[in-house]
């Protein structure tokens, strides 16, 4: 079957760096993704890994290890706006429907 | 501008009522997918349609019924709603296939939030 697992809460300060860590067990994996989800609104779509390594958009940054099957998440100078819940996602080959993790949901605090 | 529209924010029905929500997509999308959210659980995959009359089902698909008469277009019945069905619920869409290394980025509607009482 297929499976991603990520912690469920995570809470950090103004200013500070957290990682959101995922890991996954699937069939034919192709790539991760990671949306944020702000309170009574719709996830939006913040990264894509296909590859080994890090990619990196503004204070947001992405890792995947296909290997470990393992990706984060990478959040740098925090901001109140930042307080949402983050969902990882898989795609695998062959079928353009992604699953997605139970969430995390970060707290930023003044 | 992406843009999924859900017909109802807030929805409130009755235990055995047929019910019906709505999604439009103005970006030419084949596919479109319906999921529930609920706490803890993040988003399950109800019904997924890649073109039109095409329907595959998802992880949780029992209770539902889907409808894609046409492509911007893409419907959730419940044929007898429960109170076990009451959460909000996410419609998407994304472009074709993505292979060759491409992001298959799904865009969401705001979601309707269903209570059955």
């Known amino acids: 079957g297929q499976s991603l697992e990520q912690p469920s809460e995570v809470t950090a300060v103004e200013g500070a760096i957290v990682q959101i860590n995922c890991t996954y067990q699937t069939s034919g994996f192709y790539g991760l993704s990671w949306y944020q989800q702000h309170d009574g609104g719709a996830p939006t779509f913040l990264s894509y890994n296909a590859l080994d390594g890090l990619e990196e958009t503004g204070r947001f940054s992405s890792f995947l290890s296909r290997s470990d099957s393992y990706g984060y998440l990478l959040l740098q100078e925090l901001q109140m706006k930042d307080s949402a819940s983050y969902f990882c996602?898989?795609?695998?080959?062959?079928?353009?429907?992604?699953?997605f993790g139970t969430g995390t949901r970060l707290q930023v605090f003044p | 501008d992406v843009k999924v529209t859900q017909s109802s924010r807030y929805l409130v029905k009755r235990t055995g009522e047929k019910v019906f929500l709505e999604c439009v997509q103005d970006?030419?999308?084949?596919?479109m997918f319906w999921y529930r959210q609920d706490p803890g659980l993040g988003l399950r995959l109800i019904y997924f349609?890649?073109?039109?009359?095409?329907?595959e089902k998802g992880d949780i698909p029992e209770g539902y019924s889907v409808s894609r008469e046409k492509k911007e277009r893409f419907s959730l019945i419940l044929e007898s709603a429960s109170t076990n069905q009451t959460s909000m619920y996410l419609c998407a869409s994304s472009s074709g296939l993505a292979g060759g290394g491409a992001k298959n980025i799904q865009y969401f509607g705001a979601g309707t939030r269903l209570s059955v009482l």
């Open positions: 970006m030419d999308h084949e596919n």
């Open positions: 996602a898989v795609s695998s080959y062959n079928t353009d429907k992604l699953i």
């Open positions: 349609s890649y073109d039109v009359k095409m329907k």
